[in-house]
């Protein structure tokens, strides 16, 4: 059973450029949330998709944008990057287990490292 | 701002029990308590969660206080593989995002 996986693994940009991050979650799972961490820090929330939309979003601005596809798969796009957007990007999908928000535990891929030059 | 307060850092020996702490003073009744580590390199990985009683699983042991301020992490015979960092996270019901703090870098030593 595949985990989530994440595309690319490693990406190189320079300032005022677009990116487009994907993910795909694991089996079975419908729910996909995005994280951006910098290096030393914890991750942070940028938004999670539910049923192809936007359920919560952090406190990014609206240059951070995603989308979910039928199959639950997610892209993350972020245009006019900054050099301060230089990160790991991590996608992590949702199991339920015994019903509620806050029983569910999410699975990681192992994220995009993003270098905008 | 994360919720919790965590050393930065700590040692175990291998072989022996790692006792991590988590600081959450400000919980509110209907938070849950959430641990997840991220090895280097990698995505992080769930380890356990629980509201108010112990709880227990093949990874670890989860010890919340009566008060529910505080909570104990306990990976009973640590290995090296075990050498991560570690996150405490207070999660609430009705929020789809977890806020994490800086989290306690955990070594284990041969």
């Known amino acids: 059973d595949a985990g989530v996986t994440q595309s690319p693994t490693h990406l190189i940009k320079t300032r005022g450029q677009q990116v487009t991050l994907r993910c795909s979650p694991k089996?079975?799972?419908?729910?996909v949330s995005w994280y951006q961490q910098a290096l030393g820090q914890g991750p942070q929330f940028i938004f999670q998709?539910?049923?192809?939309?936007?359920?919560q979003r952090g406190n990014f601005p609206d240059r951070f944008s995603g989308h979910q596809f039928p199959n639950y798969s997610s892209e993350l796009n972020v245009n006019a990057l900054l050099l301060g957007d230089s990160a790991l990007y991590l996608c992590?999908?949702?199991?339920?287990?015994?019903?509620?928000?806050?029983?569910?535990?999410?699975?990681f891929g192992s994220g995009t490292q993003l270098s905008v030059l | 701002d994360a919720k919790t307060t965590q050393p930065t850092s700590m040692d175990c020996a291998e072989g022996r029990a790692a006792n991590l702490p988590c600081n959450h003073s400000?919980?509110?009744?209907?938070?849950?308590v959430y641990w997840y580590r991220q090895i280097h390199s990698q995505g992080p990985q769930y380890i356990i969660h629980?509201?108010?009683?112990?709880e227990t699983n093949e990874m670890a042991s989860l010890i919340i206080t009566e008060d529910r301020k505080s909570s104990t992490l306990i990976l009973p015979h640590a290995t090296l593989r075990d050498t991560a960092v570690y996150y405490c996270?207070?999660?609430?019901?009705?929020?789809?995002?977890?806020?994490w703090g800086a989290g306690t870098k955990l070594i284990i030593k041969p």
């Open positions: 089996s079975g799972h419908d729910t």
């Open positions: 996270i207070v999660k609430m019901d009705s929020n789809y995002q977890l806020i």
């Open positions: 400000t919980i509110s009744g209907n938070e849950y």
């Open positions: 998709y539910y049923e192809e939309e936007e359920r």
């Open positions: 992590a999908s949702s199991l339920l287990v015994g019903g509620g928000q806050a029983n569910e535990k999410l699975f």
């Open positions: 629980g509201l108010k009683n112990n």
